[in-house]
């Protein structure tokens, strides 16, 4: 399984931005997937995983209503709708399944 993240950069608060992960290898029926962030000096915190099986959605409470995570299995891929980007927002956002990990892609956040 390779992990292979996209679509970070810097928005102004209230912004919005998606981000990507081509999954290859990975069975969507099978196994979840999802998104974990890092923001400097604070610990690695899970942002939100589906289990594309039942398509049911999780996400942590700050990022509630605001974050969308969706996948799209005709192109092995699942997306993280952002919007409403808080400052606090920034970090290094990871694509996962918890076995495997890609290259984290950075997410900033200007007031």
């Known amino acids: 399984v390779q992990l292979q ?7 102004q608060a209230g912004g919005s931005l998606r ?10 029926d099978k196994y979840a997937i999802g998104w974990f962030r890092q923001a400097p000096g604070k610990e690695r915190e899970g942002v ?29 891929t699942v997306y993280l709708r952002m919007n409403s980007l808080r400052p606090e927002d920034t970090a290094l ?6 076995s495997y ?5 950075q997410v900033t956040v200007s007031s």
Do not use: E, H
């Not at 049911?56 to 092995?76: E, L």
């Not at 990990?101 to 892609?105: F, I, K, P, S």
């Open 5 to 11: 993240a996209s679509g970070g950069g810097l928005v």
């Open 19 to 28: 981000l990507s992960c081509l999954a290859s290898g990975f069975i969507f």
């Open 93 to 98: 956002y990871y694509c996962t399944t918890l």
């Open 101 to 105: 990990w890609g290259q984290g892609t």
């Open 48 to 76: 939100s995983f589906i289990d594309s099986a039942d398509g049911n959605p999780d996400y942590v409470d700050s990022v509630k209503g605001r974050f969308t995570i969706s996948v799209d299995k005709s192109k092995n």
